[in-house]
């Protein structure tokens, strides 16, 4: 869940007009100006797959980072011949900064055409790096500085800040193995403070942050964003038409689609009808998941948050967890 937190950073550039969504992602690291599109056919002779290249129809934006219509897939995802190359190149290396990360994605085709699909993938870890260009500082200082201390998040950070005593959850060892990114140690935290995962928290630390949503920007009289930002945040900012990678329904109650009767915001997905979705909630609760089962939602129609800290490994059982916390919340109000 640490997208979030990391798209609130940039809408705080944005505020301050040191950022835009409509500006290219190449006017702020040059080489993806030289980005082509990598299209799969396959021989009808021989069945075998072969990659085709093919020029961008238009740049792609902050926007499209923000909203995951970037083109950029996750290498983990899939395995189309764009995505072997994302593991080929260890993209999810831990050592690398996000630097190195940037100057490694922007030298691989893309999935699909910037503005046309949703693909869930690496397009907050690129938002991060502009963030750290844009302010000049690494991203988890500039998280710290602007979001997490102002907020009072102070167990919140990409390396492990205990209290009281307390660790770090894990995991049980004795299932599948892990889809986390990389495993955490504190003895070697990693180098790579991704926009798009990584930081560790504690579900009070969240639910500040959520808080500060739910009052349109601002907690215990400490504004980070203004109201209307928050507004533009949490509105569903994808294209009438648009289509949607094939991991999308993979994001179970959490994927941005139209017969779910929801969008995806600026970071955060949304909902958008009522009595499609196959859970409760309301028009306009925002919402998102991380890698190992941990949740939140948040519902300013009926002002409340739900925080799940959960780390499991099997998908089922994370995913069934969501839903029945959904129904849980909903299922205790009263008039």
């Not at 961008?56 to 923000?66: I, K, N, P, Q, Y």
């Not at 189309?80 to 999810?92: A, H, I, K, T």
């Not at 790579?192 to 969240?206: E, I, M, N, R």
Request: hydrophobic share 40%.
């Amino acid at each position: 869940m640490t997208r979030p937190v990391v798209g609130v950073a940039a809408l705080i550039l944005m505020e301050e007009g040191r950022l835009a969504l409509n500006d290219p992602v190449a006017h702020y690291i040059p080489e993806f100006a030289r980005v082509q599109v990598g299209v799969e056919t396959v021989d009808a002779n021989t069945g075998g797959r072969r990659l085709a290249l093919e020029p961008v129809r238009r740049a792609m934006t902050v926007h499209d980072l923000f909203r995951h219509t970037s083109g950029l897939t996750y290498g983990q995802f899939g395995d189309s011949l764009v995505q072997r190359q994302y593991r080929e190149n260890g993209l999810m290396d831990p050592r690398q900064s996000n630097a190195e990360m940037v100057a490694k994605l922007a030298a691989l085709p893309l999935q699909c055409q910037p503005g046309e699909v949703f693909e869930y993938g690496m397009s907050t870890d690129v938002l991060g790096r502009i963030i750290e260009i844009v302010s000049g500082m690494d991203l988890d200082r500039f998280v710290a500085e602007r979001v997490t201390q102002p907020l009072g998040m102070h167990a919140t950070g990409f390396r492990l800040i205990r209290q009281d005593g307390a660790g770090l959850a894990l995991p049980f060892r004795d299932s599948a193995m892990s889809s986390a990114l990389f495993a955490y140690d504190e003895d070697n935290p990693p180098r790579w403070h991704s926009g798009g995962a990584g930081l560790l928290s504690t579900a009070g630390d969240y639910a500040r942050f959520c808080q500060m949503l739910l009052n349109g920007g601002v907690l215990d009289r400490v504004r980070v964003l203004s109201r209307k930002s928050v507004d533009l945040m949490l509105g569903n900012h994808l294209p009438p038409g648009a289509d949607y990678g094939g991991s999308t329904r993979g994001l179970g109650i959490n994927a941005p689609l139209p017969d779910l009767g929801q969008g995806h915001g600026l970071a955060v997905g949304v909902r958008t009808e009522r009595g499609l979705c196959p859970v409760p909630g309301s028009v306009g609760d925002f919402y998102w998941g991380g890698a190992l089962g941990t949740y939140f939602w948040a519902d300013p129609q009926e002002q409340l948050l739900a925080i799940l800290m959960l780390q499991e490994n099997d998908l089922a059982t994370r995913t069934g967890y969501r839903s029945l916390l959904r129904n849980i919340v909903y299922g205790a109000l009263e008039d």
